[in-house]
């Protein structure tokens, strides 16, 4: 098993920044590639970035290519969201969680979902 905690959320004005953290323990986090979801309210949960293993690959939604960039330090069993440049569109609760098997693109391919942290942009 493996217990996701997303941190970092809140609200913030357009053109703002915010990193989010995901702790994760239990299982060996640094063999998963991390991907990012989020799910704004009437709409389907989406894909916005994942990060390898060793956080030499990073793939990102092109909605957010360019302002948003994964990272993670396995030593502390934690990635890290930095969003810029952020638009109100942006809204949406964030999760974290780990890919076991298929696209890293796809929700169905994650297992092990954190609870999700609100990110409300202010026009």
């Known amino acids: 098993q493996v217990q996701l905690v997303e941190s970092g959320g809140g609200l913030v004005q357009a053109g703002g920044s915010l990193r989010l953290s995901c702790a994760a323990s239990g299982r060996t986090f640094s063999s998963y590639v991390m991907g990012w979801f989020r799910q704004a309210p009437g709409k389907e949960r989406e894909f916005v970035a994942a990060i390898s293993w060793s956080g030499g690959g990073t793939y990102y939604a092109d909605s957010v290519k360019g302002r948003f960039t994964a990272s993670r330090d396995n030593a502390k069993n934690t990635v890290y969201l930095q969003m810029n440049s952020l638009k109100p569109e942006d809204t949406a609760v964030y999760y974290c969680?780990?890919?076991?098997?298929?696209?890293?693109?796809?929700?169905?391919?994650?297992?092990?979902w954190g609870q999700g942290t609100q990110v409300t942009v202010s026009s």
């Open positions: 969680a780990v890919l076991t098997s298929g696209s890293l693109y796809l929700q169905q391919s994650y297992d092990y």
